[in-house]
C-alpha cells in the first residue's frame, strides 16, 4: 500500500511518469522504499534543498504510522549502483 501511494505521489511530480519504478524491500531493520526516476527527473523529486523528498517521507509515514518506512532515492546515473 505505501509503495502506491509514493508511486502515485511521484508521478505527479515528474516529467516522465512511465519511469517511475517505486520497490518495496523487506529488511531487517524495517521497509525501505526504493524509487528510481528518469535521470532529468530525479532533481524535481528531490527537491531544492531536499524539500520534496522530506515531504514525500513525511506523508509516507503518516501513512506507515508505527510500523515506519524509510525511502531511499537511486541516481540511476552514478556507475556501481542502481541497475
Known amino acids: ?29 524495517g521497509s525501505v522504499l526504493e524509487v528510481r526516476v528518469h535521470p532529468d527527473d530525479l532533481g524535481k523529486v528531490i527537491g531544492r534543498g531536499g524539500r520534496t523528498a522530506s515531504a514525500f517521507r513525511t506523508v509516507i509515514s503518516a501513512l506507515a504510522g508505527s510500523d ?5 532515492f537511486v541516481d540511476v546515473d552514478r556507475p556501481g549502483r542502481g541497475r
Open 1 to 29: 500500500m505505501l509503495a502506491d501511494a509514493l508511486d502515485h505521489l511521484v508521478r505527479g511530480v515528474v516529467d516522465h511518469p512511465d519511469d517511475v519504478v517505486v520497490r518495496d524491500k523487506q529488511l531487517r531493520r
Open 68 to 72: 515506519g518506512a524509510r525511502i531511499d
